[in-house]
């Protein structure tokens, strides 16, 4: 929600391209999570636990990945309801090493690594248990969004697919 016209946005994509999955993120209060959801989104993210986003979603039945740091936090957003804990932002906290920490006693939860994942440390979040991958400015690079680079896009997107797949294999 950090986007100018976000809600026009996720409206507008959600109904062109039926087939994309479009969500909203920074969802930080109940109002906006009700807007999101109204707009077309089918998921939504914080960058922290917030109770009244993770209402919201529950009740509308989207899907909801609230960041959590610490291992109460992402016990108490499982608890929650959450689909996914996005651990945010976790390179900071000691990258691929602190996700396979949290997954050690809670190998339950589906966790997202996010904050820091870049192509040279994508496939160490896989192998230490992460779920799935938050990837914002390196795979969307402003420079390339700016002059409308879709194939450089498409190309960092193929490279990272490719890196959590041969992760997973």
């Given at each position: 929600?950090?986007?100018?016209?976000?809600?026009?946005?996720?409206?507008?994509?959600?109904?062109?391209?039926?087939?994309?999955?479009?969500?909203?993120?920074?969802?930080?209060?109940?109002?906006?999570?009700?807007?999101?959801?109204?707009?077309?989104?089918?998921?939504?993210?914080?960058?922290?636990?917030?109770?009244?986003?993770?209402?919201?979603?529950?009740?509308e039945g989207v899907v909801?990945?609230?960041?959590?740091?610490?291992?109460?936090?992402?016990?108490?957003?499982?608890?929650?309801?959450?689909?996914?804990?996005?651990?945010?932002?976790?390179?900071?906290?000691?990258?691929?090493?602190?996700?396979?920490?949290?997954?050690?006693?809670?190998?339950?939860?589906?966790?997202?690594?996010?904050?820091?994942?870049?192509?040279?440390?994508?496939?160490?979040?896989?192998l230490a248990g992460a779920?799935?991958?938050?990837?914002?400015?390196?795979?969307?690079?402003?420079?390339?969004?700016?002059?409308?680079?879709?194939?450089?896009?498409?190309?960092?997107?193929?490279?990272?697919?490719?890196?959590?797949?041969?992760?997973?294999?």
């Amino acid at each position: 929600m950090t986007v100018p016209g976000a809600l026009d946005l996720i409206s507008d994509l959600a109904k062109s391209l039926p087939e994309m999955v479009v969500g909203a993120g920074t969802v930080l209060d109940a109002e906006t999570a009700r807007r999101c959801v109204n707009a077309g989104a089918s998921f939504l993210t914080s960058p922290g636990l917030i109770p009244e986003v993770m209402d919201v979603a529950v009740a509308e039945g989207v899907v909801v990945f609230p960041g959590a740091l610490t291992p109460t936090e992402v016990i108490a957003a499982w608890k929650a309801g959450a689909d996914f804990v996005k651990v945010y932002p976790c390179a900071q906290l000691g990258g691929h090493s602190y996700i396979r920490a949290l997954k050690v006693p809670l190998p339950q939860i589906r966790l997202i690594a996010s904050g820091g994942v870049n192509q040279q440390t994508a496939a160490n979040f896989i192998l230490a248990g992460a779920t799935a991958l938050g990837i914002g400015a390196e795979l969307i690079p402003g420079e390339a969004l700016k002059a409308r680079k879709e194939e450089q896009i498409n190309e960092l997107a193929r490279r990272f697919l490719s890196m959590v797949k041969d992760a997973r294999a």
